[in-house]
C-alpha cells in the first residue's frame, strides 16, 4: 500500500564508498524529486523528473547521479560519498508539471550516515 | 529566486489551545501555490495544507486553517484545538504556478504540551 518506498531506510557507510537509495512509487505519477534534508532539517530539492527527462538540477555535486528507468523508479547513486552528505534524502512524486494543486507525495526518507 | 522565511525555530502549547506559526515568503510572481507540511518524530512528510495564491479564500482543513495574506506576502497557519500528535516540525513551503520546484522554510519545531 505505501505510496512513495524507498529503499533503504538507513545507510551507514565508510568515506569514499559508492551508495545507491532506491525510489518508487506506486500512484502512477509522472514527475519524481529528490530532497536532501540535513541535520539542521533545511529540505532542499535536488533534482526533479518529469517522464523520465531530467527537469530540475539544483547545485549538486555530480558525484549525485540520478536515474530514472521508468517513471515510477527514480534512484540515486552517490560516488565517493563524503562526511558531508550525511544527511536524510526524501523522494516524492506529484502528478504533472506546472500544476502545483496536485501535492507532492514523500517518501519516509532515507537517513545516510557517513563514518 | 524565491525564499520562505519561518521566524520561530521553536514554539510550544498547550494541549486544547490555539497556536499560530509565522510564514513569509518573497517572489515578484503573481500565481503560485502555498503549503504547509508536518514532519512529526517518525520523519514522514505530511501534506497539512495547501493555498492557491488566486484563491483569496482562506484554506481550511479540519483544525488547520491559514491567514493568506497576499499582499503582505505572509501564509500563517493556525492550529486550534492543538492535541499531542500535532507536535512536530511544520514546514512552509512555496511553488511558482508553472513549475514545480518547491521552495522550502528552514521549519518550526511546535511542541504540544499535555
Known amino acids: 500500500d505505501t505510496a512513495v518506498s524507498q529503499t533503504p531506510k538507513y545507510l551507514v557507510t565508510q568515506m569514499g564508498n559508492d551508495k545507491s537509495i532506491k525510489c518508487e512509487q506506486n500512484?502512477?505519477?509522472?514527475?519524481m524529486y529528490w530532497y536532501k534534508q540535513d541535520s539542521k532539517k533545511f529540505l532542499k530539492i535536488m533534482f526533479s523528473?518529469?517522464?523520465?527527462?531530467l527537469i530540475i538540477n539544483e547545485t549538486v555535486p555530480n558525484r549525485f547521479s540520478p536515474k530514472s528507468p521508468d517513471k515510477a523508479h527514480l534512484n540515486l547513486h552517490i560516488n565517493s560519498l563524503e562526511l558531508g552528505d550525511s544527511a536524510v534524502y526524501f523522494c516524492?512524486?506529484?502528478?504533472?508539471w506546472g500544476q502545483g494543486r496536485q501535492p507532492q507525495h514523500f517518501g519516509d526518507g532515507t537517513r545516510l550516515s557517513i563514518l | 529566486a524565491q525564499t520562505v522565511t519561518q521566524s520561530q525555530p521553536e514554539m510550544s502549547v498547550q494541549e486544547a489551545e490555539t497556536v499560530t506559526l509565522s510564514c513569509t515568503y518573497d517572489?515578484?510572481?503573481?500565481?503560485?501555490?502555498l503549503f504547509w507540511y508536518k514532519q512529526p518524530p517518525s520523519r514522514q512528510m505530511i501534506l497539512v495544507i495547501r493555498q492557491e495564491a488566486y484563491k483569496q479564500q482562506n484554506a481550511t482543513e479540519n483544525r488547520f486553517s491559514v491567514n493568506f495574506q497576499k499582499a503582505a506576502k505572509s501564509f500563517s497557519l493556525k492550529i486550534s484545538d492543538s492535541q499531542l500528535g500535532d507536535t512536530a516540525m511544520y514546514f512552509c513551503a512555496f511553488m511558482e504556478y508553472n513549475n514545480n520546484d518547491m521552495r522550502f522554510g528552514a521549519g518550526t519545531r511546535l511542541t504540544v504540551k499535555p
Open positions: 516524492a512524486s506529484s502528478q504533472g
Open positions: 500512484l502512477g505519477h509522472d514527475t
Open positions: 523528473y518529469n517522464n523520465k527527462e
Open positions: 517572489t515578484s510572481e503573481n500565481n503560485y501555490y
